[in-house]
């Protein structure tokens, strides 16, 4: 039962109320294929340059135009859960957590960018639901949304996963929780920790149907696919060759998948504390 003692004390347990979506994205690899045609026509022209802040009313968050009522029903699902607050009781948040939804760090310019104006974290620890948690010092008002990483377990052992901010002892549904936050100031005194601000997910879906073989082709040298201004080589596999899928660099964890069967069991693991098996779909 979520939010028991239990859960505070074994943190491999818990599940998540995720509404498990059989998607049918493979409509959407002509689009793909025609975007990397013209973003590769355009790069090709000369270096790229930064514009600055762009003005005007926000163009992303929302879903293409055009899309069939099935597509359409998938989007508004998925934005539905990425803009809900969990709970303790009702969704199993924690029994760590960086945040208690995905818009609150995925916030701007629109839901499912990057880190929001008035940092969410800042707020949660000031607001009246934040249990025994305090605010660590590299979290500020106006600061960016942060998850942090330590370098290193100990002396000789790396380390580089995600260590979660916050806990949920004492909150609503988990009065009796006593489980303490990492120790940041010890850890950031050995100049052990590292940070990272929410990368924004506009476009993952296209960018999902890029094939395997398409990237390794690129990182072999076929310049039919590379173009002139895609240098490297592919970075080779997930972490844990988890469903024998290529990684991509700034997902979570350089997880394989954006799409539903890696998102519940990867990115509401690290940052919710939500965990249950592996997708089957």
Request: proline content about 7%; overall charge positive.
């Given at each position: 039962?979520f939010?028991r003692l239990?859960?505070?004390q074994?943190?491999?347990?818990?599940r998540?109320m995720i509404?498990?979506?059989?998607?049918?994205?493979h409509?959407?690899?002509?689009?793909s294929?025609?975007?990397l045609?013209?973003s590769?026509i355009g790069?090709?022209?000369g270096?790229?340059?930064?514009?600055?802040?762009?003005g005007g009313?926000?163009?992303?968050?929302?879903?293409?135009?055009?899309?069939s009522?099935?597509?359409t029903q998938l989007?508004?699902?998925?934005a539905a859960?990425?803009a809900?607050?969990?709970?303790v009781?009702?969704?199993?948040?924690g029994?760590?957590?960086?945040?208690s939804s995905?818009?609150g760090c995925?916030?701007?310019p629109a839901m499912?960018g990057?880190?929001?104006k008035?940092?969410?974290?800042?707020?949660?620890?000031y607001g009246?639901?934040?249990g025994?948690n305090?605010?660590?010092?590299?979290?500020?008002?106006?600061g960016p949304?942060?998850?942090?990483r330590?370098?290193?377990?100990n002396?000789?052992?790396?380390d580089g996963?995600?260590?979660?901010?916050?806990t949920?002892?004492?909150m609503?549904?988990?009065e009796?929780?006593?489980l303490a936050?990492?120790?940041?100031a010890?850890?950031l005194?050995k100049?052990n920790?590292?940070?990272?601000?929410?990368t924004?997910?506009?476009?993952?879906?296209l960018i999902e149907q890029?094939q395997?073989?398409t990237?390794?082709?690129?990182?072999?040298?076929?310049?039919a696919?590379?173009g002139?201004?895609?240098?490297?080589a592919y970075s080779g596999?997930a972490?844990d060759?988890?469903y024998?899928r290529?990684?991509?660099?700034g997902r979570?964890?350089?997880?394989?998948?954006m799409?539903?069967?890696?998102v519940?069991?990867a990115?509401l693991?690290?940052?919710?504390g939500?965990?249950?098996g592996k997708?089957?779909?």
């Amino acid at each position: 039962m979520f939010g028991r003692l239990p859960l505070c004390q074994n943190e491999a347990r818990g599940r998540s109320m995720i509404t498990r979506l059989k998607p049918a994205v493979h409509r959407l690899a002509g689009v793909s294929a025609f975007l990397l045609v013209v973003s590769g026509i355009g790069l090709s022209q000369g270096p790229a340059k930064d514009p600055g802040i762009r003005g005007g009313p926000t163009s992303a968050g929302t879903s293409l135009s055009g899309l069939s009522t099935e597509f359409t029903q998938l989007f508004q699902a998925g934005a539905a859960k990425f803009a809900k607050t969990d709970t303790v009781g009702g969704d199993g948040l924690g029994p760590r957590m960086n945040f208690s939804s995905c818009v609150g760090c995925h916030a701007q310019p629109a839901m499912g960018g990057s880190s929001a104006k008035i940092n969410p974290q800042f707020a949660f620890v000031y607001g009246p639901d934040h249990g025994a948690n305090r605010l660590p010092s590299f979290i500020t008002q106006n600061g960016p949304t942060r998850e942090a990483r330590f370098k290193k377990l100990n002396k000789t052992t790396l380390d580089g996963g995600v260590h979660d901010l916050f806990t949920i002892a004492g909150m609503k549904g988990a009065e009796t929780c006593r489980l303490a936050q990492p120790d940041f100031a010890t850890e950031l005194r050995k100049n052990n920790v590292i940070f990272r601000i929410p990368t924004p997910v506009f476009g993952a879906g296209l960018i999902e149907q890029i094939q395997d073989s398409t990237i390794r082709r690129s990182g072999h040298g076929d310049q039919a696919v590379r173009g002139p201004s895609v240098p490297g080589a592919y970075s080779g596999r997930a972490p844990d060759n988890s469903y024998n899928r290529q990684a991509f660099h700034g997902r979570s964890g350089h997880r394989p998948a954006m799409l539903v069967r890696e998102v519940p069991s990867a990115i509401l693991r690290s940052h919710h504390g939500c965990t249950q098996g592996k997708p089957t779909e």
